[in-house]
């Protein structure tokens, strides 16, 4: 488990505006957990997903890490939850009922949301890809949100603020894996930028094919969404790789780790 706290100190929050709300995005690989003084994002955690962990073993992390602010979350009663580990769903929610006494929202496309789905199946969009649409779509449009996670998502929300979906690529680290398993002389490799794009090592050699086959994947299908949409977009990633992979984007204008925790705040803020 890894976590990063932005919090600088306790904060109050007595005006109903700025009320606490936890945020809990329950991904493949990762959970990341958010604090919210309003719209201000004030904590943030991550944790692993792989565990197969009950509510009171959840009860008991999650009290560690939003220990400082456990009574606004109480006060408040505002948890919203959005999986798509639907074991880990249930989990949750014990967990939110013991720690906190309250019952969470749960992120489907029957909540409100702000976004119009123009889909076929609404039902078989992820809870992530759902939260991506509803954060970007009160802001400039077309928007595609680019999302680096187990699986490297592309969601389009058109000019007239409707989800009409989007591509699904293999992960960073799930190619990468897959790679070294089934090339057995291969050794693992860090994932970064390398130093150089033509490798003068196997070393090198794999990072430079792992980084830029991933930027160039984002680069080619943006520019394919942006051709069926027959107009450019506002491009933003998200994810833990995304810091990594943007600056040498061609396409991704603009970087937000937390994107899809926002995008949960709004869904929650629009149901209460």
């Known amino acids: 488990m890894s976590g990063r706290s932005k919090a600088k100190g306790r904060r109050s929050l007595p005006r109903k505006q700025d009320e606490a709300l936890l945020a809990i995005d329950v991904g493949n690989t990762q959970t990341v957990l958010g604090v919210f003084a309003g719209e201000q994002l004030i ?40 999986s798509v580990v639907p074991m880990l769903t249930q989990e949750f929610e014990a967990m939110t009922h013991r720690l906190f006494e309250a019952r969470p929202l749960i992120v489907t496309n029957e909540v409100r949301c702000g976004v119009q789905f123009d889909l076929p199946d609404p039902t078989s969009i992820g809870a992530d890809r759902i939260a991506n649409a509803a954060a970007v779509a009160g802001g400039s449009l077309p928007a595609i949100v680019v999302d680096l996670g187990t699986a490297t998502t592309f969601d389009v929300v058109n000019g007239r603020g409707h989800y009409i979906g989007g591509a699904i690529a293999p992960g960073i680290r799930t190619s990468a894996d897959e790679l070294f398993r089934r090339a057995a002389r291969l050794a693992k490799v860090e994932i970064r930028k390398p130093r150089r794009r033509i490798g003068r090592t196997t070393e090198e050699s794999i990072q430079s094919g792992i980084f830029y086959s991933a930027v160039g994947t984002i680069d080619g299908i943006v520019r394919e969404l942006e051709a069926e949409l027959r107009c450019s977009a506002r491009v933003i990633a998200t994810g833990g790789l995304a810091p990594l992979v943007a600056p040498s984007s061609r396409v991704i204008q603009e970087v937000d780790e937390a994107l899809t925790l926002r995008g949960f705040a709004r869904i929650d803020s629009l149901n209460r």
């Open 43 to 82: 904590s943030l955690w991550r944790m692993s997903s792989r565990l197969a962990r009950t509510g009171d073993e959840l009860s008991v992390l999650v009290e560690s890490l939003c220990r400082t602010h456990l009574e606004e979350i109480r006060r408040s009663g505002r948890v919203v939850i959005g």
